[in-house]
C-alpha cells in the first residue's frame, strides 16, 4: 500500500516562509510523478505545483510562480514544496499526490494521496 505523509505546516506571518515535506512509503518513489494541492473549506481542491518522476520537469499554477518552489530528493523518498513571500490567500490544506502514470494538474487523476498539513498565513 503506497503511503503519503506531509508536514512543515503552521502559522507563518504575510511574507514568511514554510517548507513543506511529503514522505512516500509503499512503492518506488522514483517511479511516481508527485503533486502538491491545496484546498480550503467550501472550495475544489486547486492544483499547485508538480514535478515528475525524474524531477527534470515542473509546473506551478500561475498564483504561486516565482514564489513556490517544488523538488524532490529520491533518495529520502521525498518531495518538497518550499514557499516563500506567503499571501493570506495562500492558507489552506496542502495535500501531496502520487501517480504512476499520470502527470496532471486535474486532483481527480491521481490515485495516492497524504492527510494534508496546515498551512496559515496571517495578514
Known amino acids: 500500500q503506497v503511503q503519503l505523509e506531509e508536514s512543515g505546516g503552521g502559522l507563518v506571518q504575510a511574507g514568511g516562509s514554510l517548507r513543506l515535506s511529503c514522505v512516500v512509503t509503499g512503492g518506488t518513489f522514483s517511479l511516481y510523478n508527485m503533486v502538491w494541492f491545496r484546498q480550503v473549506p467550501g472550495k475544489e481542491r486547486e492544483f499547485v505545483a508538480a514535478?515528475?518522476?525524474?524531477?527534470?520537469?515542473?509546473g506551478y499554477h500561475d498564483s504561486v510562480k516565482g514564489r513556490f518552489t517544488i523538488a524532490r530528493d529520491n533518495a529520502k523518498n521525498t518531495v518538497y514544496l518550499q514557499m516563500y513571500s506567503l499571501k493570506p490567500e495562500d492558507t489552506a490544506v496542502y495535500y501531496c499526490?502520487?501517480?504512476?502514470?499520470?502527470?496532471?494538474?486535474?486532483?481527480?487523476?491521481?490515485?495516492?494521496w497524504g492527510q494534508g498539513t496546515q498551512v496559515t498565513v496571517s495578514s
Open positions: 514535478i515528475n518522476r525524474s524531477g527534470g520537469t515542473t
Open positions: 499526490a502520487a501517480d504512476q502514470h499520470i502527470y496532471s494538474s486535474r486532483w481527480t487523476t491521481y490515485d495516492y
